[in-house]
């Protein structure tokens, strides 16, 4: 095979003005028809100086627009042309002297088109063919020497020198061949008589006719001539026209008449009878076409396509009766009409498209094809409006599909682009192309919680593991791009890790508690919380959850004064001239929970005598209701519920011990005075106690006239003064109970302790802050005790402040 460069009558160079960079070439070919597939054909990659590496990459491929795909097919691994199918140039291009396959090599990146021909070289592999097997003839006896008798040439569908190039007559006794030039494709061969002919010493002479054709190894066909002598039949028909010449739109009807040929014979009877038939004619033109033997009449018995065969030639014959012929040669032109709406073929696709891509970036390849002609395959090519995507003009008949704005997945995910392709034809004939255009996801956008800080409620005491709230953050991106994971930032409350409080499902956005919470010691805190994707790089962001802990009423109330028993044994005296409504004494009580699960209400429960005391309902002072009578029982004790508002109520009580009377002196017994078994213990302590003292018996009776000067001064001190409970005493999570049933500090109180014998009596008054006294050096039950507070009593910073008077009744 021969690689031809620069052949002018088979290609030309045509530049073409484009947005990107174009290079073109063109080179042709040359193979002998009847290859088998697979047969080498020449190396491109080679010819044209491309590396074979690249040709993949670059996509590298043969189009066409005549459909010559199926003949030749292009290795893009070798860079070799090969035989694709086996050509028949006699079916593939009929009688034309050139039949050449174009094709045109396209690359990509950059876009490069290069034009290969393909010339079929034609081989002797058609024999003569004459029309007929035998041919007969009527020749009369009369025929002078040197007569012509034209014969129908045989038809080799080959050319060049492979197609007829002689022909040779079986030697007989009467004719010699004649064979003459007609034109470069055409002989005249006639039968020369050259010998006259004698009916009566032969009437039938048979010899045969041999065409022969020029190709190696030579082929030939034959034909028996059969020639029956007659009487003198001395006149041949003659057409009217020697040439007949027809044009049929490719969209003519069956049964169209094309033409009428028409012959005449000047001889009279049988041998002025005149028939028709076709003498030379393709194979396609047989199914096309058919003529009436009688009328010379041709018509359209087949479909016309212009795109497949724009031409038509063929021989009429005209024959009488005894067998004088002549013929006629009838061409037909095929005229195209606009019946072929244009092809649009995507050479090229890049699906899916990243969204970031920029506005300007190829992202396909088109090509459109009309088998049309002139104006008819004129082809103007258009792309629907409203997505972000243009057509731009390339080599001849191709389109870039180009991007013209930026994409954006989570608003458009996918485009259906239709490209419209319509020619200017009349009327136009259009066609349309849908290309699907995915757009590829890339992690654009961080995830976006639904509200702009959270809040979380929950009581305390609340189970550990508890879900406290739910947090939800959306990414609009695709799969692990919009993937979100949820996690707390690092952070402590109230100097311990946040994690120890409080953790978050990664997956759901979940928020549980860690740990059972104390309102008590904590009432809110504050979490930061992070969503973020599994993109790369990932994106994130962060919102706030505040988590508030209600009250729950797990407290209950505790009682400050008077002091629990056990820790302390405290009893109030109470004037005798109390009159009715008299302040006696007060409860203290606190509670630690809040709001309503801290509203404190006081109720005496048990009482010595119902109707002699009163408590408030929410200071807790305690009231005589009525004035204090002689029938009154001197020792009165008094039950002291305090109850909290919690749902459900939670409550304490406690004891107070009254004495009714002036002074100690009064007091018969005081044994029983705590109604309690338990604080038998006390008493046995105050006797050892009273025991102890009592033998400084004239150091006590200093002090008694001391007490009683006192008492004179102050009559109302019993039941005028105030107890005091120093901060102190408060546990240290107690709000400030001021206003919620502490005593103001204008109420002074004295407090009248007893051990229960009949021999002594004794009997502390002191002043603190105004005659209050304070709440440490109340007398406890432990001798101890007794002991610190006398012994510390001169030795006390506030011993100007502090006056102790103790009375000492004995009887033996």
């Not at 189009?63 to 035989?83: A, M, P, R, T, W």
């Not at 003569?128 to 003839?137: C, D, Q, R, T, W």
């Not at 891509?357 to 082809?379: A, F, L």
């Not at 039950?781 to 006390?796: E, N, Q, V």
Request: aromatic share 8%; net charge negative.
């Amino acid at each position: 095979m021969m690689v031809l460069r620069g052949i002018p009558w088979l290609c030309c160079v045509c530049c073409f003005s484009v947005f990107v960079r174009i290079t073109a070439a063109d080179l042709s070919y040359s193979v002998p028809e009847e290859m088998k597939p697979g047969s080498f054909v020449g190396n491109i990659a080679k010819d044209l100086g491309l590396d074979k590496a690249k040709l993949s990459y670059r996509k590298a491929r043969l189009d066409s627009e005549e459909n010559y795909q199926q003949y030749c097919d292009f290795d893009s691994k070798s860079g070799n042309l090969i035989v694709r199918e086996q050509i028949d140039r006699e079916e593939l291009c009929g009688e034309k002297i050139s039949c050449v396959l174009r094709f045109e090599l396209i690359l990509e990146n950059p876009l490069e088109l290069h034009r290969v021909s393909v010339l079929i070289l034609d081989i002797n592999d058609n024999s003569p063919v004459f029309p007929s097997e035998s041919v007969k003839l009527e020749i009369s006896e009369s025929a002078v020497k040197g007569a012509n008798y034209r014969l129908i040439e045989a038809h080799d569908m080959d050319i060049g020198q492979n197609t007829v190039t002689h022909y040779s007559l079986q030697k007989n006794d009467y004719f010699v061949l004649s064979v003459n030039e007609v034109s470069d494709r055409r002989k005249s061969i006639e039968l020369v008589l050259d010998k006259e002919l004698d009916r009566e010493k032969e009437r039938d002479i048979n010899f045969v006719l041999v065409a022969a054709d020029g190709g190696n190894p030579q082929r030939s066909g034959t034909a028996n001539i059969h020639v029956s002598v007659l009487d003198a039949n001395d006149n041949a028909p003659v057409f009217d026209q020697a040439v007949y010449k027809a044009s049929l739109p490719e969209n003519a009807p069956l049964d169209t008449v094309v033409v009428t040929v028409s012959a005449t014979d000047a001889d009279e009877g049988v041998n002025g009878e005149v028939t028709y038939e076709f003498s030379r004619i393709s194979e396609k033109a047989k199914r096309v076409f058919s003529l009436n033997s009688q009328t010379g009449q041709i018509k359209v018995i087949g479909g016309l396509d212009f795109e497949s065969n724009s031409k038509y030639e063929m021989r009429v014959d005209a024959k009488d009766g005894y067998g004088l012929s002549s013929d006629s040669t009838l061409i037909i032109d095929i005229t195209d009409v606009n019946d072929n709406a244009p092809v649009i073929h995507v050479k090229s696709l890049t699906n899916p498209i990243p969204e970031n891509v920029s506005p300007g970036t190829e992202v396909g390849i088109i090509n459109v094809q009309d088998r049309d002609s002139e104006k008819n395959r004129q082809v103007r090519c258009s792309l629907q409006q409203g997505v972000p995507f243009k057509l731009v003009p390339s080599i001849k008949n191709y389109y870039s599909v180009v991007s013209t704005g930026q994409l954006d997945r989570e608003v458009v995910s996918d485009y259906n682009i239709t490209i419209t392709a319509t020619d200017e034809g009349s009327p136009p004939l259009s066609s349309s192309k849908s290309l699907h255009l995915s757009v590829a996801d890339i992690n654009d956008n961080p995830p976006v919680f639904e509200e702009e800080s959270y809040s979380a409620y929950v009581s305390e005491n609340n189970k550990a593991g508890s879900t406290l709230c739910s947090v939800t953050a959306r990414d609009p991106d695709w799969r692990q791009n919009g993937t979100v994971i949820y996690s707390l930032l690092a952070a402590e409350v109230n100097g311990a890790p946040v994690s120890s409080y409080v953790s978050v499902n990664g997956d759901t956005g979940v928020i549980h508690a860690v740990r059972s919470f104390d309102y008590e010691q904590l009432r809110s805190f504050k979490v930061q919380l992070m969503a973020r994707d599994n993109g790369s790089p990932p994106l994130s962001s962060n919102v706030s959850v505040s988590v508030f802990i209600s009250d729950v009423n797990d407290n209950p109330p505790q009682i400050l004064y008077p002091a629990p028993e056990g820790n302390s044994f405290m009893t109030e005296l109470v004037p005798k001239a109390a009159h009715g409504g008299s302040l006696v004494s007060k409860v203290i009580a606190v509670d630690a929970d809040s709001g309503q699960n801290a509203w404190l209400s006081y109720q005496i429960v048990k009482s010595t005598d119902p109707g002699l005391f009163t408590i408030g309902v929410h200071s807790g002072e305690i009231r005589t209701q009525r004035d204090i009578s002689e029938t009154d029982s001197m020792k009165q004790t008094l039950i002291v519920s305090v109850k909290d508002n919690g749902q459900p109520s939670l409550s304490a009580t406690c004891s107070m011990y009254l004495l009714i009377s002036d002074n100690l002196a009064e007091v018969p017994e005081l044994k029983d005075i705590s109604y309690d078994e338990k604080n038998s213990k006390l008493t046995s302590y105050l006797i050892i106690a009273l025991v102890s003292v009592s033998t400084f018996f004239l150091t006590f009776i200093i002090i008694i006239l001391g007490v009683r000067f006192c008492r004179r001064r102050k009559p109302r001190l019993l039941f005028d003064g105030a107890v005091t409970i120093p901060g102190a005493y408060l546990p240290p999570n107690y709000a400030d109970v001021d206003g919620t049933g502490t005593l103001r500090s204008t109420y002074n109180y004295d407090a009248y302790l007893t051990t229960g014998s009949r021999t002594s009596d004794f009997k502390f008054v002191s002043s603190y802050n105004d005659n209050t006294l304070p709440a440490e050096q109340t007398l406890r039950k432990s001798p101890s005790d007794f002991a610190d507070a006398f012994g510390s009593a001169d030795s006390s910073p506030e011993v100007g402040n502090i006056y102790f008077v103790i009375f000492v009744y004995e009887h033996f």
